[in-house]
């Protein structure tokens, strides 16, 4: 009967898990098999015989065959708040299979999730947040941006720093500069103690060749303490010494070999001003 199968597939599986820290893989395979059965003995076989054959394919690591067995499950039992997280993390777990059927695990979870979404499943902060990092990760960054900039105006993404910086991000991607120094700008706004967005928004505006806006939030980055402000202040020395700033440059590349002496940018480019100073004096003493 199908009573005395599951129970002898659930007797199997105790005893494959009798020592909790080594598994008994042989038998594990067995209670397997005989879960398998089970669910064939019967034309609408319960919840629980899909869950132990589940619970002995985890313990063996066969994800592919897991996720066959979940994409079942929830088509059955669609309102179940956790086979979709499993289904989920599932084909996230898959990263780097060969399995054909699972090439792209990104996209697999991207469609998982927003089918449990659309089942009314998984519609938490975290989850909305996840799906939008996923449609980065496969580079749909405009469906990235989409739901990070819905997510975040409407309160279903956190507010948090990092999720700023994932549609500023999503907005570079997709050569939309200004929308990311727009994102940027409102999330210094929001966290102004922050010195890696002041970091990120000047060397936007360097490579637009907007030196004068990037001057201005390269400083504000280091004054905020950027942790690592090496590069940084070898930087400002640099657009200073462009703008025959040249005391200004001074001071920035000293503090940049300061922050990093093993550096030969910030040595080099200490030399370059300083050598640019004694040629200024000179030319003053010579007139």
């Known amino acids: 009967t199908i009573d005395a199968q599951t129970m002898w597939a659930r007797i199997l599986y105790s005893e494959a898990t009798l020592d909790s820290n080594k598994v008994d893989i042989a038998i594990m395979k067995h209670a397997a098999v005989e879960a398998e059965k089970a669910l064939y003995l019967s034309i609408k076989p319960k919840e629980e015989n899909y869950t132990l054959l589940l619970a002995a394919l985890q313990q063996l690591g066969e994800t592919a065959r897991c996720a066959d067995l979940l994409e079942l499950m929830v088509k059955k039992f ?5 086979y979709w997280p499993i289904l989920f993390n599932t084909y996230v777990s898959m990263q780097g299979s060969t399995d054909k059927r699972v090439l792209d695990v990104d996209l697999s979870a991207v469609i998982a999730l927003e089918r449990a979404q659309a089942a009314g499943q998984m519609t938490a902060n975290k989850d909305n947040f996840m799906l939008a990092g996923l449609y980065y990760n496969i580079q749909q ?20 720093q990092k999720n700023w910086e994932l549609l500023a991000a999503s907005y570079q991607q997709m050569d939309k500069d200004s929308r990311a120094i727009d994102t940027f700008l ?15 928004v000047g060397q936007i505006y360097y490579n637009a060749d907007k030196h004068d ?11 905020k303490g950027l942790e690592k402000p090496g590069q940084t202040l070898i930087l400002l020395s640099y657009l200073s010494l462009e703008n025959k700033r040249l005391d200004e440059a001074l001071g920035f590349a000293e503090r940049a070999v300061k922050a990093d002496p093993k550096s030969k940018d910030a040595q080099n480019i200490l030399k370059v001003i300083q050598d640019s100073i004694v040629d200024r004096d000179n030319f003053k003493k010579s007139r």
Do not use: C, M, W
């Open 78 to 82: 669609p309102n179940s708040k956790s």
């Open 141 to 160: 960054y405009a469906f990235a941006a989409e739901l990070l900039e819905k997510g975040l105006r409407n309160g279903t993404i956190d507010p948090e």
């Open 186 to 200: 409102e999330a210094i706004r929001l966290f102004p103690k922050s010195s890696n967005l002041e970091l990120q």
């Open 213 to 223: 806006d990037a001057f201005k939030h390269l400083q504000a980055a280091v004054a």
